[in-house]
C-alpha cells in the first residue's frame, strides 16, 4: 500500500493513476487529478470540497518537513537560532509543495477509501 501511495496509483484497483502525471515528486506543473480511476472508475473525489481536508494532511507534512530541516541545518550555522537557518527551511520546503500537494491528496484518498458512494 505504501508503494501504491508512493507511486500515484489507485486505492481500489492500484493500477490506474490518480494524478494524470506521473511524476508527483518534482514536479511545478498544475496537478491534474483523474476524477475516478481509468482502470477501475473509483472516484477519486467524493464531494465537492473533498480535498479541503488535504490541506492540513499537507500542513501536517510541511510543519514535519520543517522541523526536519532545522534539525538536519543547524550543526551548518554556528548560533543556535541564526536567522539564516529561515531562509534554508523556506527553500526546502518550496522545493517540496509540489510533492507535498499531490501526496497529501493521495494519502487524503487514501484515509477514506472505505467510503465509498
Ligand atoms: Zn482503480
Redo the contacts with the bound molecule.
Keep these: 500500500m505504501i508503494k501504491n501511495i508512493l507511486t500515484n496509483?489507485?486505492?481500489?484497483?492500484?493500477?490506474?493513476k490518480i494524478f494524470k502525471n506521473s511524476n508527483i515528486y518534482f514536479n511545478f506543473r498544475k496537478a491534474e487529478m483523474n476524477e475516478?480511476?481509468?482502470?477501475?472508475?473509483?472516484k477519486n473525489r467524493k464531494e465537492p470540497g473533498f480535498f479541503y481536508g488535504a490541506m492540513y494532511v499537507s500542513y501536517g507534512l510541511t510543519v514535519g518537513q520543517g522541523i526536519l530541516t532545522y534539525l538536519m541545518a543547524s550543526p551548518f550555522f554556528s548560533e543556535r537560532f541564526d536567522l539564516r537557518i529561515i531562509w534554508v527551511i523556506a527553500l526546502v520546503l518550496i522545493l517540496l509543495s509540489s510533492f507535498n500537494l499531490r501526496i497529501s491528496r493521495i494519502l487524503w484518498i487514501y484515509l477514506f477509501k472505505e467510503y465509498r458512494n
Design positions: 496509483k489507485c486505492p481500489n484497483c492500484g493500477e490506474g475516478s480511476c481509468p482502470k477501475c472508475g473509483f
